[in-house]
């Protein structure tokens, strides 16, 4: 159990979901909301690069635990793309309203339409011991978006005849990518030691 924790994001989207998982794991004792800092570039190559640079500048920042998430969409008529750049594939500036415009432009005469979504989670302890793990979430990228929930690419994403937008949060967070990321965490602070700093993918 980690007794007092920050989340490592300013997407209140993303934080909401963090939250709902986290407190229905006992994982955290609490979870430490209103603090600030800077604002942290996300200049790493991999997913795990960027939740890592998150983590470690916020725990540095805060003196507290800091968990990040770093989630890209990759889609398989795209080569893998959008992926660490899902957030600003349209742009620097993008909208979630942009990146799907791109998308379902993009894979406008694509057959295949399968896609997934993988979220890497990084644990940065004050101690500088860290731990990450990742959750894959498997779908297809519908033709038009549906749906009025979740946020970013839920819309265009579906799982089993029903885009994650048409989820209930409570739908979402069982299945979700973010959900598997944190399960497969809480699971290795159960039982593992921190990570020694090799890449996830060859753990
Ligand atoms: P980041 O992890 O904040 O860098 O997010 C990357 C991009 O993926 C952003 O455009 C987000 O809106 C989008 N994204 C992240 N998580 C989800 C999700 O659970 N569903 C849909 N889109 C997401």
Do not use: C
Not at 106 to 126: G, H, I, K, Q, Y
């Amino acid at each position: 159990m980690i007794p007092r924790l920050v989340v490592a994001s300013k997407n209140p989207d993303k934080i909401a979901e963090v939250e709902d998982i986290l407190m229905g794991q006992g994982l955290v004792g609490e979870l430490v909301r209103g603090l600030t800092w800077a604002d942290v570039p996300e200049t790493g190559a991999t997913l795990e690069e960027n939740a890592l640079l998150k983590a470690r500048a916020v725990s540095r920042e805060t003196g507290l635990p800091a968990l990040a998430d770093d989630t890209g969409l990759e889609v398989v008529a795209l080569g893998g793309r959008p992926g660490v750049y899902s957030a600003r594939y349209a742009g620097e500036d993008a909208t979630y309203a942009d990146n799907v415009s791109k998308l379902l432009a993009e894979m406008a005469a694509a057959v295949d339409r399968r896609a997934r979504f993988r979220t890497v989670v990084a644990l940065v302890e004050p101690s500088g011991e860290t731990w990450t793990a990742e959750g894959v979430l498997a779908g297809e990228i519908t033709r038009e978006p549906r749906g009025d929930g979740g946020f970013g690419y839920d819309p265009v994403f579906e799982v089993e005849g029903r885009t994650l937008a048409e989820l209930t949060p409570e739908e979402k967070n069982r299945i979700s990518h973010r959900a598997r990321a944190l399960r497969a965490l809480a699971e290795r602070l159960s039982k593992d030691s921190p990570d020694g700093g090799e890449p996830l993918s060859e753990r």
